[in-house]
């Protein structure tokens, strides 16, 4: 039996790790936590009966223990609570789903604990992955990638040495305004962004699909993932959403990862890693695709993309400028309080302002954040 915790268990990512679960009666949950949806966080206490449970607020953790009194579980809130989930039980692996620079602590304390990290959480590694992954060296914790793209890459690297990486092909589908003008972005609203073409993901990540701001944080990731410069990361436009990443090697092969878009499958992969379980879902018929096309990304309409490699190759405190200003943003666009295109806008003005911090410390990452937040406003999307 794996016992594994889940922070961020009732967003997108979260749910879908539930239904792996489901299918895999060798897999317990031992805890659970959440931002504020506590309807479905008791649906999923009553069903896998963890021994804790976490959300952020301390009036919802009330709520919740009146609503689970008669189980017997611990329901924590806070940055503590979320640790805990994290941390303080005998679960073996940590699936760190929610959305955000809330994840950064909660993941540290589960690399010091010993527990292997399967990451969804973006923002840990693109603000503090000079801090998380010599950590995770030293404690010997593996990170193995969430994301469908980081999945692909993982995948494709297995069994090759990784001095021989040439180029990573990170794959993007474009999102839901693709071949769009400049002229025609700025009049999209939220209903418009959040209608992503081929994946089913939480608001706050569809939008910045639509921004390429999330393919951004991607590129960022994958350079701590894998050990690579923003020189050997290219973006690829694939609409179709088949080819999830690949690697280019020095000899000039090519090595893919493909399938249907199912995040089912890269959260599986990662639960059970190095071994493939049976997965019963849609499969790829190469018969029935009509045809895979590739487009380089319009880096001068979609500015989120190169502002990422911008907040890349200045490095420190800059990557947690250009996400936290993102954040804010996009929380007031999904207000109503400001246009599609000022998101690119509020990043740039915030990373033309900042001076870097060389070397951040978890403090500082969290001081920036903080000096962001009160420059623009916007608060946390809730899981």
């Known amino acids: 039996m794996k016992k594994i915790s889940i922070l961020g268990s009732t967003g997108s990512i979260g749910t879908q790790t539930i ?8 897999l317990a949950i031992t805890a659970l936590a959440a931002g504020s949806n506590i309807r479905r966080l008791e649906e999923q206490i009553r069903e896998f009966r963890p021994s804790v449970a976490a959300v952020w607020d301390e ?50 304390e589960a690399i010091k604990a010993g527990k292997s990290i399967a990451l969804a959480n973006k923002e840990t590694l693109v603000t503090a992955g000079h801090i998380i992954m010599p950590l995770a060296r030293e404690h010997g914790v593996r990170i193995l990638p969430v994301d469908s793209e ?30 769009c003008t400049a002229s025609q972005l700025k009049g999209m609203t939220p209903e418009d962004a959040l209608k992503h073409p081929t994946w089913n993901m939480g608001r ?20 701590w993932l894998f050990g690579v410069n923003a020189d050997k990361i290219q973006v690829v436009v694939h609409p179709q959403s088949v080819l999830h990443s690949a690697v280019q090697f020095t000899d000039g092969a090519v090595i893919g990862q493909m399938g249907t878009p199912d995040m089912r499958l890269p959260i599986q992969y990662a639960l059970f890693w190095p071994d493939r379980r049976v997965m019963h879902t849609e499969r790829l018929d190469l018969f029935a695709l009509k045809n895979l096309t590739f487009e380089q990304p319009d880096m001068e309409t979609f500015r989120g993309l190169p502002l990422a490699y911008r907040a890349m190759k200045a490095g420190g405190s800059m990557p947690t400028v250009f996400n936290a200003a993102n954040e804010c943003a996009v929380q007031r ?28 410390s978890v403090e500082e990452i969290l001081e920036v954040e903080r000096q962001i937040r009160l420059q623009i406003g916007g608060g946390r999307e809730e899981h």
């Not at 609503?67 to 924590?76: A, E, F, W």
Request: glycine share 8%; with cysteine.
């Open 333 to 360: 666009f999904l207000s109503h309080e400001i246009g599609f295109t000022d998101i690119w806008d509020i990043i740039e003005q915030c990373m033309d302002d900042h001076r870097v911090i060389p070397d951040p």
């Open 150 to 179: 980081h999945s692909a890459i993982f995948q494709s690297l297995n069994g090759e040495p990784r001095e021989r990486i040439e180029k990573i092909l990170l794959t993007c589908s474009g999102g839901p305004f693709r071949g």
């Open 204 to 223: 706050k990540i569809t939008i910045d699909s639509a921004t390429l701001v999330n393919k951004g944080l991607e590129v960022i990731e994958a350079g």
């Open 19 to 26: 239904d792996v679960v489901r299918n895999n009666p060798d």
């Open 59 to 108: 009036k919802a953790a009330e709520d919740l223990r009146v609503r689970v009194k008669d189980l017997d579980v611990r329901v924590l809130s806070g940055m503590e609570g979320l640790i805990e989930t994290t941390a303080g039980t005998d679960a073996q692996i940590t699936v760190t789903a929610i959305v955000g620079m809330i994840g950064i602590l909660p993941t540290i």
